[in-house]
């Protein structure tokens, strides 16, 4: 399995874009990563680019890019909102797909330690890759800026962890690190005042703001001044004005979104900022955000409106935009703003993009792909669509609010099997595919012969396990589909029926495909077990068909 690390560089220039895209350039030179992300911002005078790719890949892009920042930016001049400390003023590493927090980290110290020798920058490790957890805290490292570590470096307590401990006064110091998966956020206030913003700020944060009693600060008996928490756990927050859009925002970093979801913290700030007269009228993203924050947050603001969940992902990304007026500054573009939209590969969903008359023409095309197990899988996504239209429609009916919740659970149900066998037609036609590839490969040598042999044989077993899922899944969506039959809209009940008949289409027609791919597969105790379980689907189908077709035909009664 690839392993796979994201870097987020915080590089201290928003306006020049010639300087932005010569940075970004290093990166896109490296192979083996892809550049996802690149968000300038004006006021802060800040650029976030986000990038992707195997570990020894990013660890070189992003000493390429600190190289570069160094060389163009001089902090010397450097004006903007947002805290700084140097031309690269932070550097994270966030583990993605199949590596853990602790090898990401030392992959951040190689790159620290590679940053403090080649390019001798004072270089500060944070999080997970800072052994000394007295100053692994970005804002702790950072405190006094960049026209405060003149004097802040030469302390024994902040040497640097790599490079001289002298201040570059052109490209000041960086950090380097290993975290989790981390949102910036912004929410928009309708009030230019900075101090209001902060009020909101120290509200919301975990840290939250010192007690004071006549206007001075409480000490505990260790001289530490004790904190009135706020309300959000694993948020940090600052309000400042931005000049651009003539507005003050509450920033946040929302450390860990499992704990404080995007939503939650929109939802809580404007609380707050009511609570003082003040309206968040909107709020920005900075850089990218996973597809289940976005999801999580449609079905939220769904479910206050008390309205069903089953929808499909492109709805439930257009609730949380709209809900949280994500494209009240700029226009928010999932494509571009959603990690695992930037990650996706368009062959992979080449037929699913098609409007239905080109997929039909594919179809009738003298191409062997797609086939019987695409068209399997399609028939089976129509027959879920339809018992989530179903359960949708039953939702919403007047007079049924009563059992709203139970309806969209249902239509949810719905919505996840028609997901995953949309899926599934593009992943049919690429089991063929393979199989296709396998038998092109060269035969020529004892060597070749067995590696050729070896990958038809797994490209023939990938093909069998694809439809086997078409009818896992088919057969799954029989669940709603019945419950709609007996209780769904009565008006609806005939669309409940043609359901039933699409996924039982679907597994019949997905079961072929095993058995005519099975004959091929040389693991014939596979092959038995596979037909077995194969067989029960169907005909647990079969009978689950004929239970729908008379709960129908006897509610139509004609």
Not at 110 to 127: H, M, N, S, T
Not at 305 to 314: A, D, I, L, M, P
Request: net charge neutral.
């Amino acid at each position: 399995m690839q392993q796979l690390i994201e870097c987020v560089p915080n590089f201290s220039e928003g306006n020049d874009l010639n300087i932005i895209k010569q940075i970004t350039d290093e990166i896109e030179k490296t192979g083996n990563v892809k550049l996802l992300n690149v968000d300038p911002g004006k006021a802060t005078n800040r650029t976030v680019v986000t990038f992707v790719g195997e570990p020894k890949a990013v660890v070189e892009a992003a000493f390429m890019a600190i190289k570069k920042a160094g060389e163009l930016i001089d902090m010397g001049r450097h004006k903007g909102e947002h805290p700084r400390m140097g031309a690269t003023d932070v550097c994270p590493l966030i583990p993605i797909a199949n590596i853990s927090m602790e090898e990401t980290a030392i992959y951040s110290q190689q790159l620290a330690k590679k940053v403090g020798d080649e390019l001798k920058i004072p270089v500060y490790l944070y999080e997970a890759a800072q052994p000394n957890k007295e100053r692994n805290n970005l804002s702790v490292i950072r405190a006094g800026e960049y026209e405060g570590f003149f004097k802040k470096i030469k302390l024994p307590e902040w040497k640097p962890d790599f490079g001289p401990a002298e201040f570059d006064a052109k490209r000041g110091a960086t950090v380097i690190g290993a975290r989790d998966f981390l949102v910036a956020y912004n929410v928009n206030l309708n009030t230019t005042s900075v101090r209001r913003a902060n009020a909101i700020a120290f509200d919301v944060r975990e840290a939250g703001r010192a007690k004071k009693i006549n206007n001075k600060a409480v000490m505990d008996e260790n001289g530490t001044p004790v904190m009135i928490p706020g309300s959000l756990k694993c948020v940090k927050a600052i309000g400042w004005f931005i000049d651009e859009y003539g507005i003050a925002q509450v920033s946040m970093n929302l450390t860990n979104i499992n704990t404080t979801p995007v939503h939650i913290a929109f939802d809580e700030v404007c609380k707050k900022a009511d609570a003082r007269g003040i309206r968040a009228t909107g709020s920005e993203l900075v850089g990218l955000i996973p597809l289940k924050a976005m999801l999580d947050a449609g079905k939220y603001f769904l479910r206050k409106q008390k309205r069903s969940t089953g929808v499909s992902e492109k709805e439930l990304i257009r609730i949380a935009i709209k809900s949280m007026g994500l494209d009240e500054l700029a226009p928010f573009k999932p494509e571009e703003r959603i990690v695992e939209y930037m990650l996706a590969s368009k062959a992979d969903s080449k037929l699913i993009n098609m409007n239905l008359s080109d997929f039909a023409d594919e179809t009738a095309s003298e191409s062997p792909a797609p086939g019987g197990g695409s068209i399997s899988a399609y028939v089976g996504a129509l027959g879920a669509s339809l018992a989530a239209m179903v359960a949708n429609l039953s939702s919403h009916k007047k007079g049924w609010d009563e059992g709203w919740e139970e309806f969209s659970d249902w239509a949810e149900k719905g919505e996840a099997c028609k997901s995953d066998l949309i899926k599934l037609v593009d992943a049919d036609t690429k089991a063929f595919n393979r199989i296709i590839t396998a038998f092109a490969l060269p035969k020529v040598s004892s060597e070749e012969k067995a590696a050729r042999a070896k990958a038809v044989q797994d490209a023939t077993k990938f093909a069998i396990e694809i439809p086997y899922k078409v009818m896992q899944t088919a057969f799954a969506s029989m669940e709603t589909i019945k419950a709609m039959a007996q209780i769904g809209n009565p008006n609806s009940v005939s669309d409940a029926g043609v359901a039933a008949l699409c996924a039982r289409s679907a597994v019949m027609g997905a079961f072929m495909n095993v058995r005519i791919n099975a004959k091929d597969y040389e693991d014939k105790k596979f092959v038995k077990n596979i037909i077995i379980k194969g067989k029960e689907i169907e005909d647990k189908t079969m009978a689950a068909e004929k239970e729908i077709l008379e709960i129908v035909n006897a509610k139509i009664g004609v």
